[in-house]
């Protein structure tokens, strides 16, 4: 059994669970329930987790009748972290993929996802695929990442921080085992997703990309999201348990525009001090600030 690969051993029912945490937003999750429903691979269960929502969204998902859906309720909300580490509790796949309840999948995702990994032995489960995803926003769409991790050449906090690559929640697909392995940190408020994939990686667990733009994650409703109710607290926090995966660098980059920017968009112009922060870390940062407002002020 230990050399039978995934391709050659595909009896096993569901063969994904797919876990959507929610928070109200009833008519953005009725369409991420449906793009999972109507996947080319349909051996699927979808675990809803309601996280204490003040909707009835029981309720209103009682019309779908399919015998691949679940339904979890947490009477208190928890916070996306907790209703994703419930939903893992509940599966009962193979493999395990996240969506958010704001973002959905074209058809083929879960297919070419698991075309990626087919020739891997049933016994390896030290493996994650991400899924490159169309940035959906009000100003039109993005793709993103623009390429893959190397794990030979890149640093992962640098390719996410300083680079700006996403292995966003809504498109990663493991081994159950492996998220059992490594839960999301339910005291984080923020950067749940880069703090478990900074200590995947962290264990060498292999990170493989699909390059098929076959999530898209919304991006177009600022009110409601954790990540856009901007306080600096969050971040600060995940910098000091995360901090020994950072270079001075990638913590630069954090405090000048994770945090000093940030602040000024919303007119908090207490985020100079962070800003001052970054560039007493990292000089370099100094130039790159000056040159950034330089071509502002020429265009």
Same mark, same amino acid.
């Given at each position: +059994?230990?050399?039978?690969?995934i391709?050659?051993?595909?009896?096993?029912?569901?063969?994904?669970?797919?876990?959507i945490?929610?928070f109200?937003?009833?008519v953005?999750?009725?369409?991420?329930?449906?793009?999972? @429903?109507?996947?080319?691979?349909?051996s699927? *269960?979808?675990?809803?987790?309601?996280?204490?929502?003040?909707?009835?969204?029981?309720?209103?998902?009682?019309?779908?009748?399919?015998?691949?859906?679940?339904?979890? $309720?947490l *009477?208190?909300?928890?916070?996306?972290?907790?209703?994703?580490?419930?939903?893992m509790?509940?599966?009962?796949?193979?493999?395990?993929?996240?969506?958010?309840?704001?973002?959905?999948?074209?058809?083929?995702?879960? *297919?070419?996802q698991?075309?990626?990994?087919?020739?891997?032995?049933?016994?390896?489960?030290?493996?994650?695929?991400?899924?490159?995803?169309?940035v959906?926003?009000?100003?039109?769409?993005?793709?993103?990442?623009?390429?893959?991790?190397?794990p030979?050449?890149?640093?992962?906090?640098?390719?996410f921080?300083?680079?700006?690559? !996403?292995?966003?929640?809504?498109?990663?697909?493991?081994?159950?085992?492996?998220?059992?392995?490594?839960?999301?940190?339910?005291?984080l408020?923020?950067?749940?997703d880069?703090?478990?994939?900074?200590?995947?990686?962290?264990?060498?667990? $292999?990170?493989?990309?699909?390059?098929?733009?076959?999530v898209i !994650?919304?991006?177009?409703?600022y009110?409601?999201?954790?990540?856009?109710?901007? $306080?600096?607290?969050?971040?600060l926090?995940?910098?000091?348990?995360?901090?020994?995966f950072?270079?001075?660098?990638?913590?630069?980059?954090?405090?000048?525009?994770?945090?000093?920017?940030?602040?000024?968009?919303?007119g908090q112009?207490?985020?100079?001090?962070?800003?001052?922060?970054?560039?007493? @870390?990292?000089?370099? +940062?100094?130039?790159?600030?000056?040159?950034?407002?330089?071509?502002?002020l020429?265009?």
């Amino acid at each position: +059994m230990t050399n039978t690969t995934i391709a050659e051993h595909p009896d096993f029912a569901p063969l994904v669970s797919v876990v959507i945490p929610c928070f109200n937003r009833i008519v953005k999750l009725r369409r991420a329930i449906e793009s999972v @429903l109507h996947q080319t691979e349909s051996s699927v *269960e979808v675990i809803i987790v309601d996280d204490g929502s003040t909707e009835d969204v029981q309720g209103a998902l009682a019309s779908i009748q399919d015998s691949r859906f679940r339904f979890v $309720r947490l *009477e208190e909300n928890g916070g996306a972290a907790k209703a994703r580490n419930r939903g893992m509790a509940e599966a009962r796949g193979r493999f395990l993929a996240l969506l958010d309840s704001d973002d959905w999948w074209l058809p083929q995702k879960l *297919e070419m996802q698991l075309k990626i990994v087919a020739d891997r032995p049933v016994s390896d489960t030290n493996w994650l695929v991400y899924n490159k995803i169309v940035v959906r926003t009000l100003w039109g769409d993005f793709p993103n990442p623009l390429r893959g991790f190397d794990p030979d050449r890149d640093d992962l906090a640098y390719y996410f921080v300083v680079e700006r690559n !996403y292995m966003q929640t809504s498109g990663l697909l493991g081994p159950l085992a492996l998220f059992k392995k490594y839960p999301f940190d339910e005291h984080l408020k923020r950067h749940q997703d880069f703090d478990l994939l900074l200590r995947m990686r962290a264990d060498n667990v $292999r990170l493989l990309y699909c390059a098929d733009e076959n999530v898209i !994650y919304d991006d177009t409703e600022y009110e409601g999201r954790i990540s856009k109710a901007f $306080r600096p607290g969050p971040t600060l926090d995940w910098m000091r348990k995360a901090s020994r995966f950072m270079s001075r660098h990638v913590r630069s980059e954090l405090y000048v525009y994770y945090l000093g920017v940030k602040m000024f968009r919303h007119g908090q112009y207490s985020g100079a001090f962070y800003i001052a922060v970054g560039v007493l @870390l990292y000089p370099p +940062m100094f130039i790159e600030l000056c040159s950034k407002i330089s071509s502002k002020l020429r265009s």
